[in-house]
């Protein structure tokens, strides 16, 4: 009998963000595989997770995901092999993403590989906090009200924002860093630069929360959201919480 693969959400950055659920599935699994987004560095998703869970006599298998767009499932085959090897020996395997498993995860491809390999392999999906709702609940913003319509993007898209600023009450950029300043002039240039909050590393060290008026490009890294509210043609309201 083949084992259960779980997809577990760890949250943007704070262990305190795990659910009990994960916390759970962690605490039971023998092995944990987490993302590692450099071949030579570390994994931020196992540090979230040993700031709740002893991971002391855990099986820990870290995945190299290059840090490009797309990855391929073929990239990804060595590492589903290692992972469907455990499966079928009847033991658990947790693989911890950052955020939620559902939304800009590397799980899915991960998932694709280990199907490639073993389609029947049961999967388990534990969700978790996103960091666009963290950081929302952070900068102390509303995303949306009954009828409003939000709009959750990478910062690569930029090239559509500005339709998209037309047609959404609130607009999300996800990993916003690299692509700042350019994101900052279209906001400037729809009048919509005054109500939008860059949130930086939600739940980690270095964190900030600033009009993105405010920030300077040197002060960002990869896990950088802008959060965008009063766009969709309405009138422009106040941020709704404090920025520190």
Same mark, same amino acid.
């Given at each position: 009998?083949?084992? /259960?693969?779980?997809? @577990?959400?760890?949250?943007?950055?704070? *262990? $305190?963000?795990?659910?009990?659920?994960?916390?759970?599935?962690?605490?039971?699994?023998?092995? !944990?595989?987490?993302?590692?987004?450099? =071949?030579?560095?570390?994994?931020?998703?196992?540090?979230?997770?040993?700031?709740?869970?002893?991971?002391?006599? %855990?099986?820990?298998?870290? !995945?190299?995901?290059?840090?490009?767009?797309?990855?391929?499932?073929?990239?990804?085959? *060595?590492?589903? #092999?290692?992972?469907?090897? !455990?499966?079928?020996?009847? +033991?658990?395997?947790?693989?911890?993403?950052?955020?939620?498993?559902?939304?800009?995860?590397?799980?899915?491809?991960?998932?694709?590989?280990?199907?490639?390999?073993?389609?029947?392999?049961?999967? $388990?999906?534990?969700?978790?906090?996103?960091?666009?709702?963290?950081?929302?609940? &952070?900068?102390?913003?509303?995303?949306?009200?009954?009828?409003? %319509?939000?709009?959750?993007?990478?910062?690569? &898209?930029?090239?559509?924002?500005?339709?998209?600023?037309?047609?959404?009450?609130? @607009?999300?950029?996800?990993?916003?860093?690299?692509?700042?300043?350019?994101?900052? %002039? !279209?906001?400037? $240039?729809?009048?919509?630069?005054?109500?939008?909050?860059?949130?930086? /590393?939600?739940?980690?060290?270095?964190?900030?929360?600033?009009?993105?008026?405010? @920030?300077?490009?040197? +002060?960002?890294?990869?896990?950088?959201?802008?959060?965008?509210?009063?766009?969709?043609? &309405? =009138?422009?309201? =106040?941020?709704? #919480?404090?920025?520190?």
């Amino acid at each position: 009998m083949s084992g /259960r693969l779980f997809a @577990v959400g760890a949250g943007p950055g704070d *262990p $305190e963000f795990l659910t009990l659920k994960a916390v759970r599935i962690l605490r039971q699994a023998g092995t !944990i595989a987490v993302p590692r987004g450099r =071949s030579d560095g570390t994994s931020l998703a196992l540090g979230i997770i040993g700031g709740a869970v002893d991971l002391a006599g %855990k099986n820990i298998i870290e !995945i190299h995901f290059p840090m490009v767009r797309d990855i391929g499932a073929e990239a990804l085959k *060595p590492a589903a #092999g290692r992972i469907l090897e !455990i499966l079928r020996k009847g +033991e658990d395997v947790a693989f911890v993403t950052l955020g939620d498993p559902t939304l800009y995860s590397t799980f899915f491809r991960l998932r694709e590989a280990i199907s490639l390999l073993d389609p029947l392999v049961p999967v $388990e999906i534990v969700p978790g906090v996103t960091s666009v709702t963290a950081a929302a609940a &952070r900068a102390g913003l509303r995303l949306a009200l009954s009828g409003e %319509k939000l709009a959750v993007l990478p910062a690569f &898209r930029r090239d559509e924002l500005k339709d998209i600023l037309e047609r959404f009450e609130t @607009v999300c950029l996800m990993k916003a860093g690299s692509s700042f300043q350019e994101i900052k %002039k !279209i906001l400037e $240039e729809a009048g919509l630069a005054q109500n939008a909050v860059c949130v930086s /590393r939600t739940g980690l060290p270095g964190e900030f929360v600033k009009p993105v008026a405010d @920030v300077t490009e040197d +002060e960002l890294d990869y896990f950088s959201t802008i959060i965008v509210t009063g766009s969709g043609k &309405r =009138s422009a309201r =106040s941020h709704g #919480g404090d920025v520190q």
